[in-house]
């Protein structure tokens, strides 16, 4: 009964991260990308540098970089972690629709040249962080 209640609760809680909006204007509209190395000029962060952005003002651009394991997707998002690691980091990224979403499990590295748009970076009151990202590179 236990396992159960755990399993509920764990979708319920992935279900309202899917469902969460990102801060930006972004709708399922499709938005300027970019070739990989040609992205506007901005600052690479990784995870762990985008999480100390929590509460700031992110006026950039700013782009995150890294290796990372989608844990949930939906038709226009996905959650991931980075290396597939839970823990106080997690990244919402969007996806317009010309670039299909990542399923889950899938790994991702990005280098500098084809960074995610950071759009925005909160912490919740379990003091875990979650970076709003924008897929801006083109596949």
Same mark, same amino acid.
């Given at each position: 009964?236990?396992?159960l209640?755990?399993?509920? &609760?764990?979708?319920? #809680? /992935?279900?309202?991260?899917? *469902?969460?909006?990102?801060?930006?204007t972004a +709708?399922?509209?499709?938005?300027?990308?970019y070739?990989?190395?040609?992205l506007?000029?901005?600052?690479?962060?990784?995870?762990?540098?985008?999480?100390k952005?929590?509460?700031?003002?992110?006026?950039?651009?700013?782009? &995150?970089?890294?290796? #990372? /394991?989608?844990?949930?997707? *939906?038709?226009?998002?996905?959650?991931?972690? +980075?290396?597939?690691?839970?823990?106080?980091?997690?990244?919402?990224?969007?996806?317009?629709?010309s670039?299909?979403?990542?399923?889950m499990?899938?790994?991702?590295?990005?280098?500098?040249?084809?960074?995610?748009l950071?759009?925005?970076?909160?912490?919740?009151g379990?003091?875990?962080v979650?970076?709003?990202?924008?897929?801006? +590179?083109?596949?």
């Amino acid at each position: 009964m236990k396992i159960l209640a755990a399993l509920v &609760l764990g979708v319920i #809680f /992935v279900a309202n991260i899917l *469902a969460e909006q990102p801060p930006s204007t972004a +709708t399922r509209a499709d938005w300027t990308l970019y070739a990989a190395g040609h992205l506007p000029p901005g600052k690479p962060l990784t995870d762990e540098a985008a999480a100390k952005l929590a509460g700031a003002d992110v006026t950039g651009p700013f782009y &995150l970089f890294g290796s #990372f /394991v989608v844990t949930a997707s *939906a038709s226009d998002r996905a959650v991931m972690r +980075t290396n597939g690691k839970t823990g106080p980091i997690r990244i919402v990224a969007i996806y317009p629709p010309s670039v299909p979403v990542p399923p889950m499990d899938a790994k991702l590295d990005r280098d500098e040249s084809h960074g995610f748009l950071i759009t925005d970076v909160r912490r919740g009151g379990d003091g875990k962080v979650t970076i709003y990202v924008r897929e801006i +590179t083109r596949p």
